[in-house]
C-alpha cells in the first residue's frame, strides 16, 4: 500500500525532560528512512501558532541523543488554549501540508493536540496527532513509563547521596523537596532509592506525628544521628515540614528544594531507549493512519492508545511501592 504521509512535525511542549532530543532524533530518523519528510516545529503550540519552524533532515539530529533540554525548545501556550489560537496553528499546518503532527510532552501537550485535530476535522480539513508522553513527574495515566523520569530520580539520588554525607558528619536532619507537581512517583522513587527515614507523598494524607515525627524517634532509638526526608512538591513544602520538624522534635534540620536541577542533564540508558522506541512508533502509526494516538508503555511493551481514550485513563497509584517503603522505615535497624 502507498504510505499516503508525506510530511510531518515534530514539537516538544510543557515542561522538558531528559530525553526528549532522543525522541526527536528518532522521529526524524525513522520519518527520513522511510521518505517522510519531517519539520521541527518550535517552542511548542506557540511554534505552530507562529509559523516557527526548521525544515529537519538525518544529519539536523546528530549528536543530540546525549543531550538534556531539547533542541526544538518548549514553551507554554495561552493562546493555543483558544480556538483562534489553533485556527491560526491550522492555517500553519496547511501552510507546510503536514499530514501529522508527533507532539512530545505531557498530559497538556495530548489535550492540546486532540484539540486541533477535533478543530481541523469541524472546519473541514484533516490532522493526525500522535503524543509521546514526556515529563519527570511520570504522572500521565495511560503509561506506566514517561520519558525524563529516570534521568530525574537519578539525578535527585546523586544530589541526595551528597547531602548524606554532610549530614552524617554533622549528625543532622536534612528535608529535602523534589519536584512531581501533584504525584509523588518521583518522591517514592527516590525515597526508597535513598534509604530515607520518611517520604511525604501527596497519594497519601500526612500524618506528621506518625509519618515523620515517629519515623525520626525510631530511627534515633535504633542509633541515627542523621535523617534524611524526602517531600514531594505536591504533599508540602519542605520548608514547612522544616520548620514542624524543628518545633515538634528540638532539632535544626536543614532544608534544600532541589529544584529545576531535576530537569536538567543527560539522560540516561533507559531514557534513551525508551524515547528512541516511542519515536520509531509515533512516526509508524502515522504512517499507518492511525491518528490521535498516545504512545505509552505497558509493561515494559510499546504500545498505541486512542488518545481520547487515553486522556481519560487515571494511574492507579503503586501501593506496593509505598509498602516496600513502610517496612524499610519502620523497622526497627539501623536507619539510612
Ligand atoms: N485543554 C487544552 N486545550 C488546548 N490546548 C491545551 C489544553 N491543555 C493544554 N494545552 C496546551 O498544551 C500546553 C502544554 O500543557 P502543560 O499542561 O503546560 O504541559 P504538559 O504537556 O507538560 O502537561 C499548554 O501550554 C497549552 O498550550
Ligand atoms: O518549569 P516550571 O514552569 O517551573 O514548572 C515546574 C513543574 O514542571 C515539572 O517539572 C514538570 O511538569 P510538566 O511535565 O507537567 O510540565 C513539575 O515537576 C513542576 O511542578
Ligand atoms: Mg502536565
Known amino acids: 500500500m502507498e504510505n499516503k504521509v508525506k510530511r510531518i512535525g515534530v514539537l516538544t511542549s510543557g515542561g522538558d525532560a531528559p530525553g526528549m532530543n532522543a525522541a526527536v532524533r528518532a ?101 493526525s496527532v500522535v503524543g509521546i508522553p514526556a515529563t519527570i513527574d511520570n504522572d500521565i495515566g495511560c503509561s506506566h513509563y514517561t520519558i525524563g523520569f529516570d534521568t530525574a530520580c537519578n539525578t535527585a539520588i546523586e544530589c541526595i547521596d551528597k547531602l548524606r554525607d554532610t549530614m552524617q558528619s554533622h549528625e543532622r536532619c536534612s528535608v529535602v523537596e523534589v519536584m512531581g507537581r501533584h504525584a509523588g512517583y518521583l518522591a517514592l522513587y527516590v525515597g526508597i532509592a535513598v534509604g530515607a527515614t520518611a517520604v511525604l507523598i501527596p497519594e497519601r494524607e500526612v500524618d506528621f506525628q506518625e509519618d515523620v515525627v515517629e519515623k525520626i524517634r525510631r530511627a534515633r532509638l535504633a542509633g541515627s544521628t542523621h535523617y534524611m526526608v524526602v517531600v514531594a512538591e505536591g504533599a508540602g513544602s519542605a520548608f514547612d515540614i522544616g520548620k514542624r520538624i524543628h518545633d515538634e522534635v528540638g532539632i535544626d534540620p536543614r532544608v534544600t528544594v532541589l529544584g529545576h536541577i531535576q530537569r536538567g542533564g543527560s539522560p540516561t540508558a533507559r531514557d534513551r531507549e525508551t524515547a528512541s522506541r516511542m519515536g520509531y512508533e509515533a512516526v509508524l502509526t502515522l504512517m499507518s493512519n492511525r491518528g490521535n494516538r498516545i504512545i505509552a508503555t505497558r509493561d515494559g511493551r510499546i504500545v498505541d492508545l486512542d488518545m481520547e481514550e487515553a486522556l481519560a485513563m487515571t494511574k492507579q497509584f503503586q501501593m506496593d511501592r509505598y509498602q516496600v517503603l513502610e517496612a524499610l522505615t519502620n523497622n526497627g535497624g539501623l536507619m539510612l
Open 27 to 127: 522521529v526524524v530518523r525513522t520519518a527520513v528512512s522511510h521518505g517522510v519528510q519531517c519539520v521541527g516545529i518550535r517552542r511548542g503550540w506557540n511554534g505552530l501558532i507562529n509559523s516557527d519552524f526548521v525544515q529537519l533532515n538525518g544529519s539536523s539530529v546528530s549528536h543530540i541523543i546525549n543531550k538534556g533540554g531539547t533542541m526544538l525548545y518548549t514553551a507554554r501556550s495561552m493562546e493555543f488554549m483558544n480556538p483562534e489560537g489553533r485556527a491560526k496553528a491550522l492555517n500553519t499546518c496547511k501552510l507546510l501540508g503536514l499530514d501529522g503532527i508527533v507532539a512530545i510532552g505531557g498530559d497538556g501537550t495530548f489535550r492540546g493536540a486532540l484539540a486541533l485535530s477535533r478543530q481541523a476535522a469541524e472546519a473541514g480539513s484533516h490532522i
